[in-house]
């Protein structure tokens, strides 16, 4: 009994030999991809973690809630590093951080991505 195949989405960072490729690597499709590993043009570096877009098949407003949902997780991080010095997380010694200000900022961002999501949700987009 087979329940069919999943699909997942992936970003893959490659490193790529300069002049190798007879097409901009940012235009491969997947057989340009295939061939570009398969003829050693092409490497994989490491696969990226995070949110992948498809931006000529993703509707706008699922893309912009995701990513206002990214921006709230991050900032939840931020928030409790700069709560307390006795934190649980803790970034490193001299890593950078942002201001109070940056990170209300980044509040007001997400929530109007939520609206505008919503938005063109109602335009069917």
């Known amino acids: ?44 570096r490491r696969v990226i973690r995070g949110r992948v877009t498809d931006e000529e098949r993703d509707r706008l407003s699922r893309t912009l809630d995701e990513w206002a949902g990214d921006v709230d997780e991050v900032l939840g991080l931020h928030w409790m590093v700069s709560d307390s010095p006795h934190a649980m997380i803790r970034p490193a010694d001299g890593a950078p951080k942002p201001s109070l200000e940056t990170l209300v900022e980044l509040q007001a961002l997400a929530a109007q991505m939520r609206r505008l999501a919503e938005r063109l949700r109602g335009e069917r987009l």
């Open 1 to 44: 009994m087979s329940g069919g195949a999943d699909r997942h989405r992936v970003a893959l960072e490659i490193e790529v030999d300069a002049g190798q490729a007879l097409v901009e690597p940012g235009e491969w499709d997947l057989d340009d991809l295939a061939a570009a590993l398969r003829d050693g043009v092409a490497r994989p």
